[in-house]
């Protein structure tokens, strides 16, 4: 296994630099999406801290869990966390949306060494993960846990259910899946758009295990992971059933003025505003350059695929 098992309190500081680091990096880039990426980067740090085996400088070691970002806008978080986790250097993080980098707007399994599947048209990233679940059960190897992240939004739409009804049906208890259920999307809070409650009956109605968590309480994040885990043949446990964590979050979580405001979705923050919620995250610096600054060399320092070398 190859996780790096940091304490509650270090998992709570990665994430808030990971907030850090996604802010600066929208606000270089002047697009992208920071309002979703900061309400799930509380409990997928702790995901990818102390739970996603991998390894960083051997992305396609076979033994490796796998992580399908479904919500693909969401990027900056995935790439934040890719670089604390030792990908390559937060510095090539301020590379974000420009031309020629590996850090797509939406995640590509092309471009960077890491990213398990292509997503971003919404709806679609459970019905992959879950045929890569199945995938690694045929293949006897039902050990491999693939990890899925949605959006609350998301759930609005068809797929997903198709996918949510057929994992139940094959008892793919190798699949978990993370809800980011902020009630924020791009038009509007949820519960006015097309409310998706009782959204636990649902899923336990085709037949999985639901756990609620506070996505912002690192010690419920940590019990909630640990929850869905125990039910996998990952920790000897196969319960013929796959896990959801529906993990209640607020949009834009730590910007203080700026939080759990929709339009926030898909709107970089300008640098006076990207100062005040820096501010609000308990970092303080002189002016934007300085703040990008503290990331380091914007160089692409990880894996190299051969065929690139």
Known sequence: MSTLNLTEEE???????????????????????????????????????????????????????????????????????????????????????????????????????????????????????????????????PERTVFCNCGDGELQEGNIWEAVMHAGHRETDNLVLSVDFNNAQIDGYVENVKGIEPLADKFEAFRWRVHIANGHDMSDIVKAWEWALEGTPKRGHPCGQPSVILFKTVMMEGTGEFENIPGWHGRPPKDDEVMKMLKALGFDYGSVEEARASLGEAVYDGYVPEEER
């Open 11 to 141: 998992l709570t500081q990665t994430a808030r630099l990971v907030r850090h680091d996604i802010l600066l990096m929208c606000n270089a880039a002047k697009s992208g999406h920071p309002g979703g990426p900061l309400s799930a980067a509380d409990y997928l740090t702790a995901l990818w801290m102390n739970y996603l085996d991998c390894e960083p400088k051997n992305p396609f070691w076979e033994g490796r869990d796998r992580f399908v970002l479904s919500n693909g806008h969401c990027s900056a978080l995935n790439y934040a966390l890719m670089a604390h986790r030792g990908y390559f250097s937060r510095g090539y993080l301020l590379t974000f949306r420009t031309l020629g980098t590996r850090l797509q707007g939406h995640p590509s399994k092309v471009k960077l060494p890491g990213v398990e599947v292509s997503t971003g048209s919404l709806g679609q990233g459970l019905s992959v993960a879950h045929g890569m679940a199945l995938g690694a059960r045929m293949r006897g190897v």
